[in-house]
């Protein structure tokens, strides 16, 4: 019982920490464009610069 007083502290306190991460995450637009990068990837051209 004991370890409970502990446990659920050091438990809420990571949570918090990970929402907080997450909020700081969607704020700065991480979650915006989920699906572009994978298009980018697939019609990405291919930009070499040719010698002259």
């Known amino acids: 019982m004991n370890a ?3 446990t659920i ?3 809420l306190v990571i949570s918090f920490g ?3 991460v997450f909020l700081i995450n ?3 637009g991480q979650y ?3 699906e572009g990068p ?3 990837m697939l019609f990405e051209e ?3 610069e040719k010698p002259n």
Do not use: G, T
């Open 46 to 48: 291919d930009k070499q």
């Open 18 to 20: 990970a929402f907080y």
């Open 38 to 40: 994978k298009y980018r």
């Open 9 to 11: 502290p050091i438990a």
């Open 26 to 28: 969607l704020k700065s």
């Open 32 to 34: 915006e464009d989920i």
């Open 4 to 6: 409970l007083y502990l």
